[in-house]
Nanobody, 114 residues
Framework: QVQLVESGGGLVQPGGSLRLSCATS???????MGWYRQAPGNERELVAG???????NYADSVKDRFTISRDNAENTVYLQMNSLKPEDTAVYYC?????????WGQGTQVTVSS
């Protein structure tokens, strides 16, 4: 079983940047990884994903602002978030997916407000 721990969330002003990290307890090179987010009253939505080969996909709302990356040697996945908007406010969850298995982190709060 893989354990995921997110960090890097916080309060930032509109237009600012944050970098989220997702540290895992095991080797992640076989897993597809990514980030979902959930705002109050909304369903959880996919923000960005990255395959074991490094292929990426993004929600339309974050394209050109967010960048997902992974460091398999460090068993860590990152989400660089730039030009943040108030509508990016949510709890961000990291996931790891392989075959029938999917693991989730506990979430980290991102608040974009002036």
């Amino acid at each position: 079983q893989v354990q995921l721990v997110e960090s890097g969330g916080g309060l930032v002003q509109p237009g600012g940047s944050l970098r989220l990290s997702c540290a895992t307890s095991g080797d992640i090179f076989i897993y597809a990884m990514g980030w979902y987010r959930q705002a109050p009253g909304n369903e959880r939505e996919l923000v960005a994903g990255i395959t074991m080969d490094g292929n990426t996909n993004y929600a339309d709302s974050v394209k050109d602002r967010f960048t997902i990356s992974r460091d398999n040697a460090e068993n860590t996945v990152y989400l660089q978030m730039n030009s943040l908007k108030p509508e990016d406010t949510a709890v961000y969850y990291c996931y790891a997916h392989y075959g029938p298995y999917i693991y989730w982190g506990q979430g980290t709060q991102v608040t974009v407000s002036s």
